[in-house]
């Protein structure tokens, strides 16, 4: 099992920044690939942001491509979500997930609550 702990939501104005930070519960975070998804109120979830386990390789949905920035730091067993010029459609809570190697994600966070005022 692994756990994974959100933090650094908030309430910001559009044009912001945040980064939101996730521990994971596990000596092998390295072999883990690495994703945020948000989703907002009667919406589906949308997968925002991933990072490969092997060759630290991005993803990025349209939706945040140029204003997202996913990192990983295995030594903190930590993955970053930068979100720069926050916009209000980027409100939603914010969930981290893990996936070994290259399985599906399997383990999520709690989520943190990011919300953007215009």
């Known amino acids: 099992q692994v756990q994974l702990v959100e933090s650094g939501g908030g309430l910001v104005q559009a044009g912001d920044s945040l980064r939101l930070s996730c521990v994971a519960s596990?000596?092998?975070?390295?072999?883990?690939?690495m994703g945020w998804f948000r989703q907002a109120p009667e919406k589906e979830r949308e997968y925002v942001a991933g990072?490969?386990?092997?060759?630290?390789?991005?993803y990025y949905a349209n939706s945040v491509k140029g204003r997202f920035s996913i990192s990983r730091d295995n030594a903190k067993n930590t993955v970053y979500l930068q979100m720069n010029n926050l916009k209000p459609e980027d409100t939603a809570v914010y969930y981290c997930?893990?996936?070994?190697?290259?399985?599906?994600?399997?383990?999520w966070g709690q989520g943190t609550q990011v919300t953007v005022s215009s």
């Open positions: 997930a893990a996936a070994y190697r290259d399985l599906q994600f399997d383990y």
């Open positions: 596990t000596v092998t975070f390295s072999r883990y690939r």
């Open positions: 990072i490969h386990w092997d060759d630290d390789t991005e």
